[in-house]
């Protein structure tokens, strides 16, 4: 027995998220079906987020175990076949230890958010993008932000249907800048609520619009009330960037620009 540790991309537009579903196509069930066809066994992807509906992945880690014994390049590259013509590509592939897992034994997570804000409608980045035509003041966003990083109940921020024992988190980072007409929101953490990220940057973008204040941001957090979030921003935005595990960098962002950039 040899346990297979992938390294993913993916654009989320077809899929029901990475969990495997009844009721739709996911990431999870392309994947073991392409494992299945090429060794024959039943496998499960463990992964280190559950992505929603929709939303993209840059370098999700994942893994899962395998009888027979196979050369881990020619592995995932005989997974790439497979897949085609699905949006999904298997970037590295290597063998790990038995007790590393893709979920438990990841110490950081991070997230980028694309928001085109322009009037003009998308082309190029039609289903990769929030398209906000306002204009947003990129650097109110960000001192509000800030607000919003270390250890905090996000309950304001939490799904509904959010399965997290409890709603206190730490974020470690929540960063906003814009790079012309794209303004972008990075966070990081161990881990995050269903939605978390999504809400932050819903209620983000209304500051950046003017209709709410840093203040404003301060007390939808306080009051630990889902009711009293503000917005809810799309799924097609939202980019797993990457995963950390012991010995490796924190969260490794492509881009280190900040808001001061």
């Not at 175990?65 to 881990?72: A, G, H, Q, S, Y």
């Not at 939202?238 to 950039?261: K, N, Q, V």
Request: aromatic letters at 8%.
């Amino acid at each position: 027995m040899a346990r297979f540790a992938l390294t993913l991309e993916w654009d989320g537009t077809p899929y029901m998220g990475f969990q495997r579903q009844p009721h739709g196509p996911s990431v999870q069930a392309a994947i073991e079906a392409a494992i299945f066809a090429i060794t024959g066994e039943t496998v499960s992807l463990h992964a280190a987020g559950r992505t929603d509906t929709g939303v993209h992945a840059r370098a999700m880690r994942a893994h899962f175990d395998l009888v027979r014994p196979f050369d881990p390049f020619r592995l995932g590259q005989a997974i790439n076949a497979r897949l085609k013509p699905q949006p999904i590509a298997v970037l590295d592939a290597r063998v790990v230890a038995d007790d590393w897992h893709a979920r438990f034994s990841c110490i950081g997570r991070a997230y980028e958010y694309r928001i085109i804000n322009r009037r003009a409608p998308l082309t190029l980045e039609v289903g990769r993008a929030w398209r906000i035509v306002r204009p947003l003041d990129a650097e109110a966003m960000h001192v509000a932000a800030q607000s919003l990083v270390g250890l905090h109940d996000f309950t304001t921020f939490r799904s509904v249907h959010c399965q997290s024992v409890s709603p206190v988190k730490t974020l470690d980072r929540l960063d906003v800048w814009r790079v012309g007409d794209e303004v972008r929101i990075a966070a990081a953490a161990r881990s995050f609520l269903h939605h978390q990220v999504r809400s932050m940057v819903g209620c983000l973008s209304l500051v950046g619009h003017g209709q709410w204040t840093h203040d404003d941001l301060v007390a939808a957090l306080d009051a630990k009330d889902r009711c009293k979030l503000g917005l809810n921003a799309p799924p097609e935005g939202l980019y797993f960037i990457s995963a950390t595990y012991p010995g490796e960098h924190d969260h490794g962002f492509e881009h280190a620009a900040r808001i001061d950039a």
